[in-house]
């Protein structure tokens, strides 16, 4: 810039300028403590045994869904595979079977799909078979 072009600039312009970029130290310094103070969450969480997997932080995180093999009918189908079982003994045999989820409402979902007519037969009130 040249030296001229400063004398241009009023000086309540340069203040606000001068002002601004105080601040902007303070921020820095307040992001530089809470960085070190979430490091040292990170490190007791590990301490303790725990995990890092879905920690909401600067990092890519959020909730993560487990990765099945199979989709939920597939894997009803074959735990159900000649045999005929309720919504209980299905869930308890599904998740036996590997099949991983995190839903709160998991006996919600086998159920809905124990009534899809096109995959799952009613033997009886509650007891479903394969079609």
Do not use: C, W
Not at 51 to 57: D, F, I, K, N, P
């Amino acid at each position: 810039m040249n030296p001229q072009a400063l004398f241009r600039i009023p000086p309540t312009d340069l203040q606000r300028e001068l002002r601004s970029q105080r601040g902007t130290k303070s921020l820095h310094r307040r992001r530089a403590n809470l960085l070190a103070k979430i490091a040292a969450l990170d490190a007791q969480i590990l301490a303790a045994g725990g995990s890092l997997e879905g920690a909401v932080s600067g990092r890519k995180g959020g909730r993560t869904r487990p990765k099945n093999d199979t989709n939920l009918i597939d894997a009803l189908r074959a735990v159900l595979k000649g045999t005929t079982m309720g919504v209980d003994e299905a869930v308890d045999a599904v998740l036996k079977s590997g099949y991983r989820t995190s839903a709160a409402n998991f006996k919600v979902m086998v159920n809905a799909n124990l009534g899809k007519k096109k995959f799952f037969e009613r033997v009886e009130r509650g007891r479903y078979t394969p079609a």
